[in-house]
């Protein structure tokens, strides 16, 4: 019986992957360090921003005394982008607000910076229906881990056969499938529909 859904922000409450994507190379194009599209979706989509840089350490040589300050500038654009950009999307309110109508817990387990996640949730007016955030300051191990899923349960008592989670990204998955969850996959923010999670929680509950 699935009693919450768990939904990853960025690219299923929130259509910002371009955002971060952005955000970061604006930041990186300081040092001339910019990726391009194709490199951000293929590896670093979802991954904290932390990561990110260790990454770009490796590959490209970015100095690890530069990530605290790349970190912020990042952090500072996004913001910047999330005012000028993020806006309420009435079929995710109708979708949260109907899943709560069912008695459902909601919560946004997003590998973001809580600052982020408050800001674009409240931008969104989702956060009305949110009764519980899991950021990558939460945890000490990031998705693709499952400790932000687990997280999650574990606050609101629920077993992982209770939880329904909602994802996009291959590193998202994989955390939803560590996790023991129910896996709904998302291939892009519109895919959010009170409809579509209905009939998969009716199925789940059916076959459970």
Request: aromatic letters at 6%.
């Given at each position: 019986?699935?009693?919450?859904?768990?939904?990853?922000?960025?690219?299923?409450?929130?259509?910002a992957?371009?955002?971060?994507?952005?955000?970061?190379?604006?930041?990186?194009?300081?040092?001339?360090?910019?990726?391009?599209?194709?490199?951000?979706?293929?590896?670093?989509?979802?991954?904290?921003?932390?990561?990110?840089?260790?990454?770009?350490?490796?590959?490209?040589?970015?100095?690890?005394?530069?990530?605290?300050?790349?970190?912020?500038l990042?952090?500072?654009?996004?913001?910047?982008?999330?005012?000028?950009?993020?806006?309420?999307n009435?079929?995710?309110?109708?979708?949260?607000?109907?899943?709560?109508?069912?008695?459902?817990?909601?919560?946004?387990?997003?590998?973001?910076v809580?600052?982020?996640?408050?800001?674009?949730?409240?931008?969104?007016?989702?956060?009305?229906?949110?009764?519980?955030?899991?950021?990558?300051?939460?945890?000490?191990?990031?998705?693709?881990?499952?400790?932000?899923?687990?997280?999650?349960?574990?606050?609101f008592?629920?077993?992982?056969?209770?939880?329904?989670?909602?994802?996009?990204?291959?590193?998202?998955?994989?955390?939803?499938?560590?996790?023991?969850?129910?896996l709904?996959?998302?291939?892009?923010?519109?895919?959010v529909?009170?409809?579509?999670?209905?009939?998969?929680?009716?199925?789940?509950?059916?076959?459970?």
């Amino acid at each position: 019986m699935i009693k919450a859904v768990l939904f990853d922000m960025d690219g299923v409450l929130i259509d910002a992957k371009d955002w971060h994507y952005e955000a970061l190379n604006r930041a990186l194009a300081l040092f001339g360090k910019a990726i391009d599209r194709d490199a951000h979706l293929a590896t670093y989509d979802g991954l904290p921003t932390r990561r990110k840089l260790e990454i770009l350490t490796k590959s490209k040589g970015l100095p690890v005394g530069l990530h605290p300050f790349l970190n912020d500038l990042k952090q500072s654009y996004t913001i910047e982008l999330a005012h000028a950009l993020c806006k309420p999307n009435f079929i995710h309110q109708r979708t949260l607000s109907r899943l709560k109508l069912d008695g459902l817990k909601l919560a946004v387990c997003s590998n973001s910076v809580r600052s982020s996640i408050e800001l674009m949730m409240r931008l969104s007016k989702l956060d009305q229906y949110i009764d519980l955030i899991i950021s990558n300051q939460d945890v000490s191990r990031a998705k693709p881990d499952p400790e932000m899923y687990e997280t999650a349960m574990a606050r609101f008592g629920l077993p992982p056969e209770n939880c329904l989670i909602l994802e996009d990204n291959e590193h998202g998955i994989a955390a939803a499938q560590a996790s023991k969850g129910h896996l709904m996959v998302v291939g892009s923010v519109s895919d959010v529909t009170y409809e579509k999670v209905a009939t998969l929680i009716t199925a789940i509950n059916e076959r459970d």
